[in-house]
């Protein structure tokens, strides 16, 4: 895409990223160096604090970037002229553990209707765990200890990341939804 003012192709984020916790913004990191594309993360103190499901909408409203869809387009670099082709080719993913949840939340937040009456509702694809992201990771063969957890992600991802999402697209859809991640961006 060209821009009006300038013969440069613009390339915008195809998603931003909503991390639960240090290991999904690890992930998110992981997933921004391997397509090379200027991808936005959210979390709470750098993930050192946990995004429950049930604080999530409080969460995302506490941000300027989600104020409005104007604010969010601002803080993703995007040109006017550009805005409807940006909006047909983004997501916004929430990445959460469901752990901590009860039925009723569970079914909100994988159908999105925790979102309904927000801007962002349209755009937005939750995408999950359960019960965590270290029961499916070990599920899958990746033993990760509970001690340094985010070093032990960073590791597996940067030694071997697409047997991990190759992995991942694998894993029973009641247990996680990871795979519409990579399908959309393309990891494998």
């Not at 200027?38 to 604090?49: L, Q």
Request: charged share 25%; net charge neutral; with cysteine.
């Amino acid at each position: 895409m060209k821009t009006k003012t300038s013969n440069r192709p613009i390339i915008y984020s195809p998603c931003t990223f909503v991390c639960h916790g240090l290991c999904e913004v690890t992930l998110a990191s992981h997933i921004r160096g391997q397509l090379a594309k200027p991808i936005m993360d959210y979390s709470a103190n750098n993930g050192k604090t946990s995004i429950q499901v049930h604080h999530l909408v409080p969460y995302l409203d506490s941000l300027k970037d989600f104020k409005s869809l104007k604010n969010y387009l601002v803080a993703n670099g995007v040109d006017k002229n550009d805005v409807d082709f940006f909006l047909s080719h983004h997501w916004i993913f929430p990445i959460m553990d469901l752990d901590d949840c009860s039925d009723e939340e569970i079914e909100r937040y994988q159908k999105g209707a925790l979102f309904k009456d927000r801007w962002y509702a349209p755009y937005i694809k939750p995408l999950y765990f359960y019960p965590n992201l270290d029961s499916a990771t070990n599920d899958l063969g990746f033993p990760i200890s509970s001690r340094h957890k985010p070093e032990q992600y960073d590791i597996l991802l940067t030694r071997d990341s697409k047997r991990f999402y190759s992995a991942l697209a694998g894993v029973d859809p009641h247990k996680s939804n990871f795979k519409e991640a990579i399908d959309i961006l393309g990891l494998l």
